[in-house]
């Protein structure tokens, strides 16, 4: 079984100014609710993957302390960084909402936003390295804090997988959206 979770609400969920997309943490309520996650995991992981933003360490860290004898391995599944992060840093989310929905809109796999920025054939990319790893552990217990956007990434590959990007782009803005420790049943 493998379960994906994304990380706690986050100050830049919150609304409050990003100054460094890898260092966000998380507020009282994000700490709340990977607590909550914590309990709702009920079988002993062989594995905890993390993802090596603050976020997702800070939203894991409830069930590592509650498993502490589990392997804890940090993989590739960070967020789906698709603008540039000059682009946004020093504003709230409000801000760069046009430039997110122009992206979409384009709709081309290959645009990258900047050299600090994944094309969406980039993330592809990198998830099927990490599904194609988690695929060799569905024999195991094994539990993902992520981000919003890499798990669709990840829920495309597993569902669409003969798509080609330009469809699989398309596909994924149809998907639903991936709420604060929501936790997905992947394998």
């Known amino acids: 079984m493998i379960l994906l979770i994304r990380h706690g609400e986050s100050l830049a969920n919150a609304g409050s100014i990003v100054d460094n997309h890898i260092t966000i943490p ?3 309520k994000g700490y709340q609710q ?3 996650v914590s309990l709702e995991i009920n079988t002993k992981p062989d594995l905890i993957i993390t993802s090596a933003y603050t976020r997702a360490r ?3 860290k409830y069930t590592i302390e509650k498993y502490n004898d589990t392997k804890v ?3 590739p599944v960070q967020e789906f960084a698709y603008l540039n992060p000059a682009c ?3 504003k709230h989310i409000e801000d760069i909402k046009e430039k997110v929905t122009d992206y979409w809109n384009i709709l081309d796999p290959l645009y990258q936003d900047g050299e600090n920025a994944e094309s969406f054939v980039m993330v592809l990319k990198r998830a099927s390295f990490v599904y194609q790893k988690l695929l060799t552990l569905t024999d195991k217990t094994v539990v993902v804090f992520s981000h919003a956007q890499f798990i669709k990434v990840l829920l495309l590959l597993r569902d ?3 798509c080609n990007p330009i ?3 398309a596909k994924f803005t149809q998907l639903p959206h991936i709420e604060n420790c929501e936790i997905v049943k992947y394998l």
Do not use: F, P, R
């Open 26 to 28: 998380l507020t009282e």
């Open 34 to 36: 990977a607590y909550k």
């Open 58 to 60: 800070e939203t894991a």
């Open 73 to 75: 391995e940090i993989w």
């Open 88 to 90: 946004y840093l020093g």
């Open 160 to 162: 669409y997988n003969k």
């Open 167 to 169: 469809e699989m782009m």
